[in-house]
């Protein structure tokens, strides 16, 4: 039913996408594409590189991006596509679209090695979300460009984290902030690398034991705000029932990275 109700338009739009960064270097750029990061999934088949420091790193506690992950959380490096190339293998991708549920690179997307399907990034419409471990750190060692800047959809982690790093019930823009951190400012931490250390109150065993049920129904709307990725949960009908704010939610996330990406680069 997904693939075969797509329109010519919309595979005309992924052969269009794919004639761009990141898959190839932008035919406007002033210079070669120079690696910063350079990073392949398990099998090396495809190699990936980010030519800057990412322009902001969240971890995503939701359910899809726990059960797309096999982990507990997905942890994204965000970038412009220009800052990204596919340097091997561009060629030798799969695509999964979290909100048809199908094989098709329609965004936003999930990105992995055909191969060995190692998770690479998911494609957004304007920027890229390289998942850190993709690298290879030169010393073994990560930069802490690289650290998690906040925590979103906290609500559903599978354990707590204590970094210092904000952390948000759910979306980061439409949910309350958890205490954890205190001073720092909610809509500017895209420019803010570093964090200040603080230690975990206690307050959130509290926040999530009481009410389980009041708790997962927020959440379950949260989830559906965050879009694709919230899909998966398996709650078919609710998932249905929340159809209004799931088309919205699809486009929130990356609109609202956008725009803190753009109060960034205004304001540096
Ligand atoms: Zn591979
Ligand atoms: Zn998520």
Excluded at 35 to 64: F, L, M, T, W
């Amino acid at each position: 039913m997904f693939s075969s109700a797509r329109s010519r338009s919309d595979q005309t739009a992924e052969e269009e996408t794919k004639t761009r960064p990141p898959y190839v270097e932008a035919p406007d750029a002033k210079q070669s594409f120079q690696p910063k990061y350079k990073g392949a999934c398990y099998c090396g088949q495809v190699e990936i590189a980010a030519n800057s420091d990412p322009v902001d790193v969240r971890v995503c506690h939701c359910r899809g991006c726990q059960r797309t992950h096999g982990a507990s959380y997905q942890w994204s490096a965000f970038f412009h596509k220009h800052q990204v190339l596919f340097t091997k293998g561009h060629d030798h991708l799969e695509f999964y679209n979290t909100e048809t549920r199908a094989p098709q690179h329609k965004l936003p997307v999930k990105i992995l090695c055909k191969s060995c399907h190692a998770p690479l990034c998911d494609e957004g419409r304007r920027m890229m979300l390289i998942f850190p471990p993709v690298f290879d750190w030169k010393d073994g060692k990560m930069p802490d460009s690289f650290k998690p800047r906040c925590h979103i959809f906290y609500g559903t982690r599978t354990f707590d984290i204590e970094d210092g790093a904000p952390k948000f019930e759910g979306m980061k823009e439409k949910s309350d902030k958890l205490p954890e951190v205190e001073g720092d400012s909610d809509d500017d931490d895209a420019s803010n690398s570093k964090q200040p250390e603080a230690r975990s109150e206690g307050k959130q065993d509290g926040t999530t034991s009481n009410g389980d049920a009041k708790a997962k129904s927020t959440v379950t709307a949260q989830q559906d705000a965050h879009g694709a990725r919230a899909s998966q949960n398996g709650a078919a009908k609710q998932d249905a029932s929340m159809s209004n704010g799931q088309s919205n939610g699809n486009a929130a996330p990356e609109d609202s990275i956008a725009s803190d990406v753009k109060r960034q680069r205004r304001s540096s």
